[in-house]
């Protein structure tokens, strides 16, 4: 039977978790995101999971590598600051290829900025942040019931392929309350795949798909776990250019060619609009009712939200932005996505960029819309 | 159709509790569509403190108020700071007892609004003798006021989201509200 509840997107995003399976949590509580923390430690114990209050954002990203070795489905919640404090352990779960997800409730940023403000600008900082060539999958949700939804997923992709899924999220949709629907037979959950065979077992083998199976420590499969460029093994091989390619094109290309399976957008009115406003995350809620406004004047407006920034949705943007004249991008940054977006599409693409902590007003974005789309 | 309604007082009084149950009442109740949301920070341990609903038919998508409906002053401070932002033709209930009305009556009158007074907290005190219930005694006066939630609806909501055990004061002081007007 499906459930409903009023309830906010942190606390949404803690049930998704558990739902999900996960039952190691390692965090250190910081604002916007504390609830995610706080609904975890009250529950987990209640299912045989384990939370950790860890010294800082760095043990955190730790913890959680060593949670998801040891076998458990594991995550940890943050903001900005210690989301820059784990970037070292992200590319090592990058390289030791170790699913693990972290959710990012982003604030007014950089340093310590606003705490209690919302904000978009860790974006390509869940992109880049760490040093080297890596494909991470970012999830924004624009509801609590999408946070929800989203972190379940969160987890499937990091069981799928192996490796750390962000949920870039923010001080707006994690604070907020709306109802979600829980409904168990609706909800898929990707189990951990576990080597069998002993004996022929290589735990970082260049498979065709590029994503091995994972044993935990203790099962007696002798796997060595590093962040130095390895060979099939696990054995660092460092000095040779074949290994470290041949490595690093796998853990990308298990990324990009499966493209198709991850990204995911939506849209509306985009068949006849000749200005496409694009967002993700809370903007989304602002520009949908810009362009629901702008319709009801008169002009042909149209929205694709982007649940998933990375990998980027390209084929998808392209598509849906083909017969358009003009793209408007709305983020809550000085320009960060825009100049992925700007790459994509054809025409000429212009920005709505807010800093200071606030959610875009919808009359900002149809002041926009009505400039650019020849009011 | 969409509402949005803003109760406001100083911390501790329980707005957010309040708007809670509002929302609750109308998404999980009233087969409606509600987000709520409310101030954050520092003002939420003393000063005013604000909560924020949106209740509608349709889907919401913008969660945030851009101009209220109704809006609810449990304190003055709260009344005079947030009062300005209020739509023409509103609606105003104030917690009378915490309340000079001689600096809005211009405001009132210029805006067409109009004024319900719900003494909330004299009435938790002396109706049901705990002064900690005047939100949900509140809550009874706009649901009779306004009817964005339904009777049956807010009960339920009061039901389900006050600590176990209280629930015979807190509907006591919901139906206390219901009759304030």
Redesign the interface.
């Given at each position: 039977m499906a459930e409903?509840?009023?309830i906010q997107g942190n606390e949404a995003c803690a049930k998704g978790a558990l739902k999900a399976g996960c039952r190691f949590f390692a965090g250190y509580p910081i604002t916007?995101s504390t609830e995610v923390a706080e609904s975890l430690a009250r529950e987990l114990p209640k299912v045989g999971g384990a939370f950790v209050q860890m010294e800082d954002e760095i043990a955190s990203a730790g913890a959680i590598i060593g949670g998801s070795w040891g076998g458990s489905k594991s995550m940890t919640a943050t903001s900005g600051p210690g989301f820059s404090l784990m970037q070292e352990n992200i590319g090592y779960a990058f390289i030791s290829e170790t699913p693990i997800v972290i959710v990012n409730v982003q604030r007014g940023s950089p340093s310590t900025g606003q705490p209690?403000m919302t904000s978009q600008s860790d974006m390509m900082q869940a992109r880049w942040g760490s040093h080297g060539d890596y494909e991470p999958i970012v999830l924004s949700p624009s509801s609590v019931q999408e946070l929800f939804d989203f972190t379940i997923r969160a987890f499937n992709l990091a069981e799928e392929f192996r490796t750390p899924v962000f949920i870039m999220t923010d001080?707006?949709i994690g604070?907020?309350?709306?109802?979600i629907i829980i409904d168990d037979d609706k909800i898929e959950i990707v189990p951990r795949k576990r080597p069998e065979d002993k004996e022929n077992y290589l735990p970082f083998k260049n498979v065709e798909n590029g994503t091995n199976p994972m044993p935990s420590f203790g099962d007696g499969f002798n796997v060595h776990v590093t962040g130095l460029t390895h060979d099939e093994r696990g054995y660092p091989d460092t000095n040779n250019p074949k290994t470290h390619t041949d490595f690093i094109e796998r853990l990308c290309n298990k990324i990009i060619n499966n493209k198709g399976k991850i990204c995911s957008v939506k849209s509306k009115y985009c068949d006849d609009a000749d200005i496409i406003v694009i967002s993700y995350g809370?903007p989304v809620?602002?520009v949908?009712?810009a362009v629901?406004q702008a319709r009801e004047e008169g002009l042909k407006a149209g929205y694709i939200k982007i649940d998933t920034p990375w990998p980027f949705p390209d084929k998808e943007v392209k598509e849906l932005t083909k017969n358009t004249k003009s793209v408007l991008v709305a983020e809550m940054n000085l320009g960060q996505m825009f100049y992925e977006i700007d790459r994509v599409v054809d025409v000429e693409c212009s920005l709505i960029g807010k800093i200071g902590g606030e959610?875009h007003?919808?009359?900002e974005i149809l002041s926009k819309i009505e400039e650019l789309g020849g009011k | 159709m969409r509402t949005e309604v803003r109760i406001a007082g100083f911390g501790g009084q329980g707005v957010i509790m309040a708007g809670?149950i509002l929302?609750?009442s109308a998404?999980?109740f009233d087969e409606k569509?509600?987000?709520?949301?409310?101030s954050?920070?520092p003002e939420a341990r003393g000063g005013a403190s604000k909560c924020e609903v949106v209740i509608s038919d349709e889907e919401i998508?913008?969660?945030?108020l851009?101009h209220p409906d109704i809006l609810v002053a449990m304190s003055h401070e709260a009344l005079i700071k947030y009062i300005v932002d209020m739509k023409d033709n509103g609606i105003l209930i104030l917690d009378s007892r915490n309340i000079d009305e001689s600096e809005i009556e211009d405001f009132v009158k210029e805006h067409n609004i109009t004024v319900y007074r719900a003494p909330a907290t004299e009435t938790a005190i002396n109706d049901i003798g705990l002064k900690i219930v005047a939100n949900i005694v509140m809550v009874g006066a706009i649901t009779k006021i306004t009817g964005v939630i339904s009777k049956e609806a807010a009960i339920k909501a009061v039901e389900s989201s006050v600590p176990k055990g209280t629930e015979e004061k807190n509907l006591a002081a919901f139906e206390a509200g219901f009759n304030l007007i």
């Open positions: 409903e509840l009023f916007p209690t001080e707006v604070h907020m309350r709306e109802k809370s809620r602002s949908g009712t629901e959610l007003k919808p009359s | 809670i929302g609750k998404s999980l569509n509600a987000v709520q949301t409310q954050y920070g998508n913008y969660p945030k851009e």
